[in-house]
């Protein structure tokens, strides 16, 4: 009885073919946009060929991983991403207009909570334990119920969404530039460009300089006397809390020309992960596409530094949790909606 109505209902999918609603297309980035029509109609032509369709979507530069693969992971970013991240992966689906901050832009191939050291792609590891994780104190929820193989197929498509979005942009400026789109200039350069800054990524990773010591209180208050006289105080205010007139300015963009703050280092909800490995690479390499800068180069001679930094930044962090309750730091700077768009019919 169980079998037949499965037998039945996919006949009915099946035979309902010609009814079903129309797939979406994937959108273009501006600089596409802006572009004369036949100029556009070539780069468009070549992201195409590369990247492929909605319908038939390609991880560029990796042949080996199949449509089906893709399209399994499309369907779990249908569900569960496309509110946040829209569909060509521009972080401007529906729900996206008032957040702050806003869902991940993809098509720039930049990435903040990363294991690697500042201007580097993420580690693939990196995306998949976001998804884990999610990032605390800010819209994008943990997804650590999903299968392994759900979370790993909805990896490459945000990939595919990124690899298309990084290529298009290099297409597009060469045909600003140039005035024409040679397919092989696009083959030999534009894709390898794309291609290897991720290859090279896993040779970016952060490794830390000495082992994490035993906290105690001497780490957090070495910690302290750092943060005051090493330039986190200027951003991050005195207590952490970000209340500095400079953050609290409106105006500060990130790269993609959101609005940005310092970071409420006490609000106990670190963006990046609470472990002291992930503040320690937040501290050692920066925050890609943010005012956030790396101390590599400033304390690169002085790695129990970078530990007492992060014995600090889990102190002020940890402060609400055990009853200290400093007041809440800066308001999100406010995103006007006019300023905002979303992606047509939602
Ligand atoms: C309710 C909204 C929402 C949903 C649903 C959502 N995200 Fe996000 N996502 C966000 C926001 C907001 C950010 C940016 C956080 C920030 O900048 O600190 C983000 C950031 C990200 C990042 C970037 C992390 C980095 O290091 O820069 C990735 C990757 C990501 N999301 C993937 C996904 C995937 C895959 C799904 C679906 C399985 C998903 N998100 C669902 C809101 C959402
Ligand atoms: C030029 C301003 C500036 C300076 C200087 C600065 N920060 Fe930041 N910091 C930021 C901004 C902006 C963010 C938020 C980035 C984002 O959008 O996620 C941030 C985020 C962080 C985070 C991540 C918080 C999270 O949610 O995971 C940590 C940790 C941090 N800063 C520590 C420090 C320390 C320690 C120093 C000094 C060694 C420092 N910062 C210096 C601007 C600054």
């Known amino acids: 009885m169980h079998r037949l109505f499965i037998l039945l209902s996919a006949v009915i999918v099946v035979g309902s073919g010609c009814e079903r609603a129309v797939e979406p297309e994937w959108g273009y980035s501006p600089e596409v946009l802006e572009l004369s029509g036949e100029l556009q109609t070539e780069v468009r032509s070549q992201v195409r060929e590369r990247c492929g369709t909605y319908s038939q979507p390609k991880l560029l530069g990796h042949d080996d991983v199949t449509t089906d693969w893709l399209k399994h992971g499309q369907a779990v970013y249908k569900k569960r991403c496309v509110q946040c991240h829209g569909i060509s992966g521009g972080g401007d689906g529906p729900a996206a207009a008032v957040m702050y901050p806003r869902p991940r832009d993809y098509r720039r191939g930049i990435f903040k909570f990363t294991s690697t050291t500042y201007g580097s792609k993420p580690l693939r590891e990196d995306l998949v334990s976001t998804l884990h994780r999610g990032i605390r104190g800010t819209s994008m929820p943990s997804f650590k119920l999903l299968p392994k193989k759900d979370i790993e197929a909805v990896v490459d498509y945000v990939l595919v ?21 040679d397919p092989e200039v696009v083959e030999e350069d534009l894709v390898p460009i794309v291609v290897d800054a991720w290859k090279q990524a896993i040779q970016n990773e952060v490794h830390v300089l000495t ?24 951003c991050h205010g005195e207590d952490g809390r970000g209340l500095t007139a400079d953050n609290l300015k409106a105006g500060l963009k990130d790269t993609w020309q959101q609005p940005t703050r310092a970071a409420d280092l006490t609000s106990g909800m670190l963006h990046g992960g609470q472990e002291p490995i992930d503040v320690y690479r937040r501290i050692y390499a920066g925050i890609n596409g943010t005012p956030m800068p790396g101390f590599a180069n400033v304390l690169k001679d002085e790695p129990d530094t970078i530990w007492d930094l992060v014995a600090y930044v889990l102190y002020v962090s940890n402060r609400r949790r055990v009853g200290d309750n400093p007041p809440p730091g800066p308001p999100a700077p406010y995103v006007p909606v006019a300023e905002t768009s979303v992606e047509a019919g939602g």
């Not at 979005?165 to 005035?179: D, H, P, R, S, V």
């Not at 906290?215 to 910690?223: D, L, P, R, Y």
């Open 211 to 234: 082992p994490q010591p035993e906290f105690t209180k001497a780490n957090v208050v070495n910690g302290k006397k750092a943060f005051l006289t090493r330039g986190c105080s200027k």
């Open 161 to 181: 969404l990124t690899h298309r979005g990084e290529l298009e942009n290099q297409i597009a400026l060469t045909a600003q530039a140039e005035e024409e789109v």
